[in-house]
């Protein structure tokens, strides 16, 4: 079961969008416990309250939501490119045109285009905080001696 401190900190991350560290703060962790986030991430209350708060169906709607995000881009042509070439172009890039003005030198034109960005921010945001990436694979070929190897993973610690 979560403890005070870890709904705390849960409120402090989703209600007041601070980082995991800050909202562990001001839940009360001290600044050392703070420094390691994992501490937090890794409990299994988290993993309750995570499970509450971003359950796998919210997740599922929104990622429904966002395959369809798009926000508006505005462009302008020179006047020798037609309405209707400007709205084929648009239309391979998978864009919408909403709207053509026209000018004394371009015509100005505002579409509908897929919001990538922000549809890769909150996929990885969610995966990160349900804690679903798969963890990282590396091949190694040759051979290493002990020594080698532990010298290896004690460098990947550091990074």
Not at 6 to 35: F, W
Not at 94 to 112: A, G, L, P
Request: proline residues 1%; aromatic residues 6%.
């Amino acid at each position: 079961m979560a403890t005070i401190k870890q709904k705390k900190a849960v409120k402090e991350i989703t209600e007041k969008h601070r980082s995991v560290s800050r909202g562990m703060i001001e839940a009360g962790y001290s600044k050392n416990t703070a420094s390691k986030p994992k501490n937090l991430t890794k409990s299994k209350g988290w993993q309750q309250l995570m499970d509450k708060y971003l359950s796998d169906d919210l997740i599922a709607t929104k990622h429904r939501e966002l395959l369809e995000a798009s926000g508006i881009g505005h462009m302008l042509f020179p006047l020798d490119v037609t309405d209707e070439q400007i709205t084929k172009l648009l239309a391979e890039a998978n864009c919408i045109v909403k709207r053509f003005m026209h000018s004394e030198t371009q015509t100005h034109v505002w579409y509908f285009a897929a919001d990538n960005n922000a549809r890769k921010a909150a996929l990885d945001m969610s995966y990160k905080l349900k804690g679903r990436y798969a963890a990282e694979k590396h091949e190694h070929s040759g051979t290493l001696s002990l020594a080698e190897l532990f010298e290896n993973s004690k460098a990947n610690k550091t990074k």
